[in-house]
């Protein structure tokens, strides 16, 4: 370990814990802004925990208090500690520095546990990497807001006039429902076969004219994938792609559109067996903004959990997912699979429908349900495409797609016929069911109120 690196951090320790011996009022700051492992000297490690149980115990710790919870054994450390800091005007410089030099200190320390790890066991190297991962993208301190500082800062957001950078998805009746800024977690879940990742490529090309996007894929190969955007891209039938059968006529189609095709800034990740933690340690050094995974369900548990349930790893990687975004700012789209109802019934699939996990449904800041409106019928290609969850707007809007195979291109529709009747009858049916909810669980005590039929037109009443 670095003597330099060593001695720059223990002046940290020395400024923070020092502001906090002469001035009680820069406690708590310092509480809330550091944790004991920003400590890497174990007496003032030991110094810092006092100070935490103190205030936990509602009292406000000064130097003998201080003493006292330490055995009475640092009363000269404690004095050399005030000694050192003349001043705790500091005191916020001093944390920030403590944190900056703490991470560096641990990051350095790893690093020398990898290469003794990489020498000996891959699996344990792997471990290590993950640990460095983790902290590359810790989030430091804890942000406290007042209302007036939030009344104040609306206005000025407001007065700019200028909108957060909402994602925009290619599909302008969904761009006016959601509102995705970076660091939000968007679930697409559908039935197998549902149309989940041609839609998703599609949003992922519209997406990467501006953003810089990383498609990790569990399944399928880029090859493939690139195959579904010359198909959507140049119109050219996904059929004759597949087939090798492309004519003169259809290669200069494909020419045409070579610019559309190889300038967004979309990359495609063979992620067979990597982690959420791997997910994220390649996202931050390929500094993508928006991260999809194709599909949820694939992704392993984390080295340290393995041997738990299937619903224990996909509720942990739905958890990792959703802390990736928040920790580093990166949007996050995964796709999953819903799971199907029971064979000869007719369902529209809920929020319930996450394979495996509801804690995806917890999870997700948006979660987007696509589904054909009628399973029996492969030539109506019309998808549903629900909003079943959106944090910051109107849930439960659908909107209806038409999926055109030969193109792997959605387009927006209005349905009518059969299709319009489907829909139409499922709400109804909904409608009917709320109503006879209502009438059972009626007061048996309630008046109620009929018109008398002709056989009783005698009755004085």
Not at 213 to 230: A, C, I, T
Not at 262 to 277: I, K
Request: aromatic residues 8%; charged residues 25%; glycine residues 8%.
């Amino acid at each position: 370990m670095s003597a330099i690196l060593t001695e720059l951090a223990l002046e940290s320790q020395i400024g923070v814990l020092g502001s906090m011996l002469i001035d009680p009022e820069v406690v708590g700051s310092m509480l809330h802004q550091l944790t004991a492992e920003d400590f890497i000297e174990g007496r003032y490690r030991n110094i810092f925990q006092a100070f935490k149980r103190l205030q936990a115990q509602g009292k406000t710790p000064d130097p003998f208090m201080v003493n006292d919870a330490l055995g009475g054994n640092y009363k000269g450390i404690l004095a050399e500690l005030m000694e050192l800091t003349p001043t705790s005007a500091n005191a916020e410089e001093y944390a920030g520095n403590l944190r900056r030099r703490a991470r560096q200190y641990h990051l350095a320390e790893l690093g020398e546990q990898l290469a003794e790890a990489a020498a000996q066991d891959l699996d344990e190297a792997q471990l290590v990497v993950d640990k460095i991962s983790a902290l590359s993208c810790e989030k430091p301190g804890v942000r406290i807001a007042g209302l007036r500082q939030c009344y104040e800062a609306f206005l000025d957001r407001h007065a700019e006039g200028k909108q957060p950078p909402y994602f925009t998805w290619g599909i302008p009746a969904l761009d006016d429902l959601i509102y995705v800024e970076p660091g939000d977690f968007i679930v697409l879940g559908g039935y197998p076969s549902a149309g989940k990742t041609a839609l998703a490529l599609q949003m992922c090309l519209h997406i990467a004219e501006k953003k810089r996007v990383g498609y990790f894929y569990y399944e399928n190969n880029d090859r493939k994938l690139f195959d579904r955007l010359v198909a959507l891209k140049a119109k050219v039938p996904f059929g004759k792609i597949k087939r090798f059968d492309l004519q003169e006529e259809d290669f200069e189609q494909i020419v045409a559109v070579q610019n559309s095709l190889t300038s967004p800034d979309l990359e495609f990740v063979d992620a067979s067996g990597m982690t959420a933690g791997d997910v994220r340690a390649l996202a931050l050094s390929r500094h993508y903004e928006l991260v999809v995974v194709d599909y949820l369900q694939k992704i392993p548990g984390s080295r340290e959990r393995r041997g738990s349930s299937d619903f224990e790893r996909v509720s942990e990687v739905s958890g990792d997912l959703q802390n990736l975004g928040r920790q580093t700012g990166t949007a996050v789209l995964a796709l999953s699979q819903l799971s199907r109802p029971e064979k000869g019934t007719k369902s529209f699939p809920g929020m319930h429908a996450f394979r495996q996990s509801g804690q995806i449904e917890q999870d997700a800041d948006v979660a987007l349900l696509l589904f054909r409106e009628d399973e029996n019928d492969p030539a109506n290609q019309v998808r549903t495409f629900k909003i079943g969850k959106n944090k910051e707007g109107e849930a439960g809007v659908s909107l209806s797609m038409d999926f055109d195979g030969k193109t792997q291109t959605f387009s927006r529709v209005f349905p009518k016929g059969n299709a319009a009747k489907g829909t139409a009858a499922h709400f109804a049916a909904e409608g009917r069911k709320a109503q006879a909810r209502n009438r059972s669980s009626r007061d048996p005590g309630q008046m109620e109120i009929a018109e008398l039929k002709e056989e009783h037109k005698d009755l004085p009443f």
